[in-house]
């Protein structure tokens, strides 16, 4: 079920992925039913939606981790709908989860060198004999993890301890640096603020502006926070029960009967 | 107890700190010289000179399980499967078995006269790589999609399966030839033949200890080389949280089929020199108690770390076949009691594993990694400061 809304000035922008009906069951259960969603290239684009509403399942298909029970998934003009998540992610999808999942026996650099894998071309026979041209990758790609790594603000001295033992808030950080060492083109943000204070909500407001326009990143997220929902989205997707009840800029989503209706319950 | 170990700790640091910056290296070469010299302090024909050829074959055994089981966390108890598939691979290739055939190629007499398919020891040992890499692809395959608990039983299986295809091997036959020679096994092997060196025997071990323990020396080599690169780090990201590896764009299927792969053909290449060595393929060999043992090895000197498997495996084998039945077998008669320690033998491994396990959890030199978790909140408590703000820094001078 879709909802028609009036076409914002972004919506002629081309778009860098577009779902067309994507439905996900699980046995009987329809957890995303025939979701469809634009996202035009170079915006901010935000799915809301009360819980259980299907967004991280949506996500999930999105970067080919769960395969659409029906629909469609194009990116930039080519159909991931059946692709694997490697291949998706070399596309140029790259994503953080809900709960964070680093990999906690390597350290913050490492995890970012992980992030970078699928732009390395060294292979087994190459690392073996220590090919200077995979060296000279190696090197490259340390560097420019270290550098990712000082972009999302983390301490240097932090760079070589686990990411288990970093607190909360860095290990956002480096969840974020990890998916942007694969030089991504769309970024998928799941609840990137959770767990945060108002103070660091704001600052990754900002920080995710920034990301757009120095990198010219498109980015996708799934977020509680209203505050940062409305702060930062250029259109606005709400789930309900799996189903997409509106969609557009937030001026207009936050005025939808139905979107506070499934917020708040019905008005007597 | 553990303001003992936090003071055992710094201790190590203390020590750890004031050794030069090439000690490592230096304790490399010694040790590598110390292994060129050992053979010759005894005779050429010394029981432990014996003893360590098998020990350093168990070495490159335990190495290519730790592939498997240390880096990919890929709980294989099927190992034994690739020690039998690289011993066929060397009856096959380097005996009269196959009567029928007449390929000779690169060997030296007796071998060249003799009908058979005979190929020179070093083609044979890359052949059986090569084989048993495959063969580990094969097996990798239906375990793809199965995680801890049940690839162990899915590996339990394959070894399992390939050992009842050893045992029934004469009744299977291609060209009218059996395949494998059951119990009875495959015997009259050619004896390698290396130029400079000769014809291999049992009159004189030394050469055999050199092959092995260069054997050894590449497989180490590798081992280190693949740990620090790219495919070593997704090993690791898979073992860790293979949800997340995938969304970082690696391969499944792929990096998981190269550890196996990887993995099967050092243990394929053991298993056709200890074929070689011992001069005969029996299927009984080829039980599940070997999986078992290359595992605790493996397990003993610390999952996934590459020096504390070497040292494992050189302990365990040691134990296995010198001390407990050379050196201390006639212990428990010299005190009045009547049986040799080598009926005990499984119950005094188990019973060290039992107490290293429990003294040691992370293995004798455990991984880098595991011991930095395992030592968290003791040595390094001090809380860190978070993070600058997210957007504090100049985006021109960075990322671009």
């Excluded at chain 2, 590449?218 to 898979?238: C, E, K, Q, Y």
């Excluded at chain 2, 009984?284 to 290359?294: A, C, L, M, P, R």
């Amino acid at each position: 079920m879709t909802v028609e809304s009036p076409a914002p000035a972004e919506a002629f922008a081309p778009s860098i992925l577009r779902a067309e009906d994507v439905t996900k069951e699980f046995g009987g259960l329809v957890a995303v039913n025939q979701v469809s969603i634009d996202i035009p290239l170079g915006s901010i684009v935000s799915i809301i939606g009360p819980n259980g509403a299907g967004k991280t399942t949506f996500f999930n298909m999105l970067t080919g981790l769960y395969k659409s029970t029906s629909g469609r998934i194009v990116f930039s003009g080519r159909d991931i709908t059946h692709d694997r998540p490697d291949v998706i992610t070399k596309l140029g999808v790259a994503r953080t989860f809900q709960n964070i999942r680093l990999f906690g026996a390597m350290t913050a650099l490492e995890n970012v060198i992980v992030g970078r894998h699928c732009r390395m071309r060294a292979g087994l026979f190459g690392s073996i004999v220590g090919a200077p041209w995979v060296r000279n990758e190696e090197r490259a790609v340390q560097e420019r993890a270290a550098e990712t790594l000082s972009y999302v603000g983390l301490r240097p001295r932090q760079f070589g301890q686990l990411s288990s033992n970093l607190s909360y808030g860095d290990q956002r950080r480096v969840e974020i640096a990890r998916a942007l060492a694969s030089d991504p083109k769309l970024l998928l943000l799941d609840e990137p603020t959770a767990g945060m204070n108002p103070q660091e909500s704001a600052a990754l407001t900002e920080f995710m502006r920034k990301l757009r326009d120095d990198l010219e990143l498109t980015i996708l997220l799934i977020e509680h926070d209203m505050k940062v929902v409305m702060g930062v989205s250029e259109r606005i997707t709400v789930l309900d029960h799996g189903e997409k009840i509106a969609e557009g800029p937030p001026a207009e989503v936050r005025e939808n009967e139905r979107v506070i209706e499934a917020y708040l319950g019905k008005r007597g | 107890m553990n303001e003992l170990r936090a003071q055992l700790q710094e201790w190590r640091a203390a020590i750890e700190r004031r050794l030069p910056s090439w000690w490592p290296r230096a304790l490399a070469v010694a040790l590598i010289a110390f292994g060129l010299i050992l053979p010759q302090l005894f005779s050429v024909t010394s029981n432990f000179v014996n003893t360590e050829i098998l020990s350093l074959t168990y070495v490159m055994f335990a190495l290519g399980l730790n592939i498997v089981v240390g880096f990919a966390g890929l709980l294989d108890l099927g190992y034994v499967a690739f020690f039998a598939l690289g011993s066929y691979a060397f009856g096959w290739l380097g005996s009269g078995w196959f009567y029928k055939a007449h390929v000779h190629i690169l060997v030296h007499a007796p071998a060249s006269t003799i009908p058979g398919i005979h190929l020179n020891f070093v083609l044979i040992l890359i052949c059986a790589g090569i084989f048993t890499a495959l063969a580990g692809a094969v097996i990798g395959v239906p375990t793809l999609r199965l995680r801890g608990d049940y690839i162990a039983i899915v590996t339990l299986a394959f070894g399992e399966i390939i050992r009842v295809f050893a045992l029934q091997g004469p009744s299977l036959k291609i060209f009218g030839m059996p395949l494998t020679g059951g119990e009875l096994g495959i015997s009259g092997t050619d004896a390698p033949y290396l130029p400079g060196v000769g014809m291999f025997s049992q009159l004189n071990i030394r050469p055999w200890y050199y092959t092995i323990f260069a054997l050894v020396l590449i497989t180490l080599f590798v081992n280190l080389r693949v740990r620090d690169s790219r495919l070593g780090r997704a090993w690791i990201a898979l073992r860790e949280d293979e949800v997340a590896a995938v969304s970082m764009g690696i391969p499944l299927v792929r990096t998981k089929l190269f550890a196996y792969s990887l993995g099967a053909a050092f243990g394929g290449i053991a298993g056709a020199f200890l074929a070689a060595y011992t001069t005969l393929i029996d299927a009984g060999e080829f039980q599940f108690g070997f999986s078992i043992f290359v595992l605790s090895m493996v397990i003993l000197g610390g999952l996934g770390s590459i020096w504390g498997v070497v040292l494992g495996a050189l302990l365990l084998a040691n134990i296995n076949y010198y001390l407990i039945p050379d050196v201390f077998n006639s212990l428990p008669g010299d005190l009045g009691l009547n049986f040799n320690l080598t009926d005990l033998q499984v119950s005094i491994f188990g019973f060290l594993l039992v107490i290293v396990m429990v003294l040691r959890p992370q293995g004798l030199v455990p991984e880098r990694r595991r011991k930095l978790e395992l030592t968290r909140g003791l040595g390094e408590t001090e809380l860190e400061e978070p993070g600058t703000s997210w957007a504090g820094v100049e985006p021109g001078e960075v990322v671009q």
